[in-house]
C-alpha cells in the first residue's frame, strides 16, 4: 500500500499526462465525425443538397480554422490551462444544439459551437503534448494525433449502431463523452499550471536550432501549407462523400457504407502513430515525401475499380496519407522554436479550414457533376506532394553545414 501513495517519476506522470491528452483528443474527435456521419440522416430529414452538407462542415471547420491562430497566438503569450475545459463545453453545447436541431441554420449553430470547441482544445492540447514528449515530439505528435483519429474512426460506427436506429436526438447521448473529457482535461490542466510553474531547463532550446532567412522561412511555410492543402482537400472528399459515393456506385446501404468508412477512417489513424517515431528515427521530411506524393498511384486507381479494391485501396490511402501531419506539424515547429501555439494552431486552423472549403466545394462539384467526377479530379491531388523537394533539409544538417 506504501508503494501505491508513492508519486509518480516525472517520466511517468508526463507519459499519463500524455495518454490522457490523448484520450481527450479521442472522445473531441470522435464527437466531431458524427457530424459527417449522420449526413445522410440529416440530408432526408431536412431535404438538404450536397452543397448545404457541405455548408455544414465549412461552418464548422471555418469557425476552428480562424479561432485556432488566435487561441495559439494568446496562449503563447499566456497560456490558460483552464480554456481546456471551456473549449470542451462549447462543444458540448453544440451536441446538444444538434440534437435538438428543428431547422437548417440551428444545424450551422451547432457544428459552430462544436468548431469553437476545437479551436481552443487542439493548439492548447498539442502544446501540452509537446511539453509531455520528453524530447520525442514526433512521437509524442503522433500519441496525440492518433487519438483523434481513432474518435474520428469510432464515430460514425457508433452513428451506424445509435443514432441511425433511434434519430437525431440520440446525438445528445454523446454529451456524455464530452463531460468525460472535461474532466479529463481538469487533470491536464493541472499538470500544464504545475508544469508551467516548475524551472525550464530547456528553456534556452529556441537558441540551438538553425535560422532561415525570412524569405526562406516564408516560402518553406508555403510549401508545408500546400501539402496540407493537398492532403485535406483530398481527405475531405472521402471523409465527406465516400459513403454516398459508394452508395451510388455499388448500390450499399447505409450501414455498409459506413462500416467500410470505419476501415478507412481506422487505417488514418494506424498510420497517424507511424509518421511522427519514423519521422524523428529518419528525419520528417523523407517522412512528407512518402506520405503525401507516395499516395499518389493508389488515388489515380481507386475511382475505376471494383467494391473490394476500392475498399482496399481506400485503406492503403488512410494508412500511408495520415502519416504526414505529425511530421508536418513539428516540422514547422522546429522551423520556428517557441511558436508552438502559434504553429499548431494555424496549422491545424488551416487543416480545418481546408477541409471545410474542400467540402464545400466538391459538394457544390458533385451536385453539378457526380461524385465519380469528383474522385477523379481529386486523384491528382497528391501530386503536390512534388514540392516537397524544395523543403529545407534536416535541422540538424543545417547546423553542420
Same mark, same amino acid.
Given at each position: 500500500?506504501?508503494?501505491?501513495?508513492?508519486?509518480?517519476?516525472?517520466?511517468?506522470?508526463?507519459?499519463?499526462?500524455?495518454?490522457?491528452?490523448?484520450?481527450?483528443?479521442?472522445?473531441?474527435?470522435?464527437?466531431?465525425?458524427?457530424?459527417?456521419?449522420?449526413?445522410?440522416?440529416?440530408?432526408?430529414?431536412?431535404?438538404?443538397?450536397?452543397?448545404?452538407?457541405?455548408?455544414?462542415?465549412?461552418?464548422?471547420?471555418?469557425?476552428?480554422?480562424?479561432?485556432?491562430?488566435?487561441?495559439?497566438?494568446?496562449?503563447?503569450?499566456?497560456?490558460?490551462?483552464?480554456?481546456?475545459?471551456?473549449?470542451?463545453?462549447?462543444?458540448?453545447?453544440?451536441?446538444?444544439?444538434?440534437?435538438?436541431?428543428?431547422?437548417?441554420?440551428?444545424?450551422?449553430?451547432?457544428?459552430?459551437?462544436?468548431? %469553437?470547441?476545437?479551436?481552443?482544445?487542439?493548439?492548447?492540447?498539442?502544446?501540452?503534448?509537446?511539453?509531455?514528449?520528453?524530447?520525442?515530439?514526433?512521437?509524442?505528435?503522433?500519441?496525440?494525433?492518433?487519438?483523434?483519429?481513432?474518435?474520428?474512426?469510432?464515430?460514425?460506427?457508433? *452513428?451506424?449502431?445509435?443514432?441511425?436506429?433511434?434519430?437525431?436526438?440520440?446525438?445528445?447521448?454523446?454529451?456524455?463523452?464530452?463531460?468525460?473529457? %472535461?474532466?479529463?482535461?481538469?487533470?491536464?490542466?493541472?499538470?500544464?499550471?504545475? +508544469?508551467?510553474?516548475?524551472?525550464?531547463? *530547456?528553456? +534556452?532550446?529556441?537558441?540551438?536550432?538553425?535560422?532561415?532567412?525570412?524569405?526562406?522561412?516564408?516560402?518553406?511555410?508555403?510549401?508545408?501549407?500546400?501539402?496540407?492543402?493537398?492532403?485535406?482537400?483530398?481527405?475531405?472528399?472521402?471523409?465527406?462523400?465516400?459513403?454516398?459515393?459508394?452508395?451510388?456506385?455499388?448500390?450499399?446501404?447505409?450501414?455498409?457504407?459506413?462500416?467500410?468508412?470505419?476501415?478507412?477512417?481506422?487505417?488514418?489513424?494506424?498510420?497517424?502513430?507511424?509518421?511522427?517515431?519514423?519521422?524523428?528515427?529518419?528525419?520528417?521530411?523523407?517522412?512528407?515525401?512518402?506520405?503525401?506524393?507516395?499516395?499518389?498511384?493508389?488515388?489515380?486507381?481507386?475511382?475505376?475499380?471494383?467494391?473490394?479494391?476500392?475498399?482496399?485501396?481506400?485503406?492503403?490511402?488512410?494508412?500511408?496519407?495520415?502519416?504526414?501531419?505529425?511530421?508536418?506539424?513539428?516540422?514547422?515547429?522546429?522551423?520556428?522554436?517557441?511558436?508552438?501555439?502559434?504553429?499548431?494552431?494555424?496549422?491545424?486552423?488551416?487543416?480545418?479550414?481546408?477541409?471545410?472549403?474542400?467540402?464545400?466545394?466538391?459538394?457544390?462539384?458533385?451536385?453539378?457533376?457526380?461524385?465519380?467526377?469528383?474522385?477523379?479530379?481529386?486523384?491528382?491531388?497528391?501530386?503536390?506532394?512534388?514540392?516537397?523537394?524544395?523543403?529545407?533539409?534536416?535541422?540538424?544538417?543545417? *547546423?553542420?553545414?
Amino acid at each position: 500500500m506504501k508503494d501505491l501513495a508513492r508519486p509518480l517519476p516525472a517520466t511517468a506522470l508526463a507519459g499519463t499526462v500524455l495518454a490522457a491528452v490523448s484520450a481527450c483528443h479521442f472522445l473531441n474527435d470522435m464527437v466531431q465525425s458524427l457530424i459527417s456521419a449522420v449526413y445522410p440522416m440529416l440530408k432526408v430529414s431536412f431535404h438538404l443538397s450536397f452543397a448545404q452538407l457541405g455548408l455544414v462542415t465549412l461552418t464548422y471547420q471555418l469557425t476552428a480554422s480562424l479561432l485556432q491562430p488566435v487561441v495559439g497566438y494568446c496562449t503563447d503569450r499566456r497560456p490558460r490551462p483552464g480554456s481546456l475545459v471551456m473549449g470542451m463545453g462549447s462543444t458540448l453545447l453544440g451536441l446538444l444544439l444538434l440534437a435538438s436541431a428543428t431547422r437548417f441554420p440551428m444545424l450551422l449553430a451547432g457544428a459552430s459551437l462544436v468548431g %469553437m470547441g476545437s479551436a481552443v482544445f487542439h493548439p492548447e492540447s498539442s502544446r501540452v503534448a509537446r511539453m509531455a514528449s520528453g524530447g520525442r515530439h514526433g512521437f509524442a505528435q503522433s500519441v496525440f494525433q492518433v487519438g483523434g483519429n481513432a474518435g474520428s474512426a469510432v464515430g460514425p460506427l457508433l *452513428a451506424a449502431l445509435v443514432i441511425v436506429p433511434r434519430g437525431q436526438g440520440s446525438i445528445a447521448w454523446f454529451s456524455l463523452a464530452a463531460l468525460l473529457a %472535461m474532466a479529463l482535461l481538469t487533470y491536464v490542466g493541472t499538470w500544464y499550471r504545475r +508544469h508551467l510553474a516548475a524551472p525550464k531547463a *530547456a528553456a +534556452h532550446a529556441a537558441a540551438l536550432h538553425p535560422g532561415l532567412s525570412r524569405g526562406r522561412l516564408i516560402a518553406s511555410m508555403g510549401i508545408l501549407g500546400a501539402l496540407i492543402f493537398s492532403k485535406y482537400f483530398y481527405m475531405a472528399s472521402l471523409t465527406n462523400f465516400y459513403m454516398f459515393f459508394l452508395m451510388d456506385r455499388f448500390g450499399l446501404p447505409v450501414r455498409s457504407a459506413q462500416v467500410r468508412l470505419f476501415l478507412f477512417l481506422g487505417a488514418v489513424a494506424a498510420g497517424t502513430i507511424l509518421g511522427g517515431p519514423i519521422g524523428d528515427r529518419i528525419g520528417r521530411k523523407r517522412v512528407i515525401w512518402a506520405s503525401i506524393l507516395g499516395v499518389l498511384p493508389f488515388t489515380l486507381l481507386l475511382p475505376y475499380v471494383s467494391l473490394g479494391w476500392t475498399t482496399a485501396l481506400s485503406i492503403v490511402i488512410g494508412l500511408v496519407l495520415s502519416s504526414a501531419f505529425s511530421a508536418i506539424l513539428v516540422y514547422a515547429q522546429e522551423l520556428v522554436p517557441g511558436r508552438v501555439g502559434l504553429i499548431s494552431g494555424l496549422f491545424f486552423g488551416f487543416a480545418f479550414g481546408m477541409g471545410g472549403l474542400g467540402a464545400a466545394l466538391l459538394g457544390v462539384l458533385a451536385d453539378h457533376t457526380s461524385l465519380a467526377f469528383v474522385y477523379r479530379v481529386c486523384a491528382f491531388l497528391p501530386a503536390i506532394g512534388i514540392l516537397t523537394a524544395f523543403l529545407p533539409g534536416r535541422h540538424r544538417e543545417q *547546423a553542420q553545414a
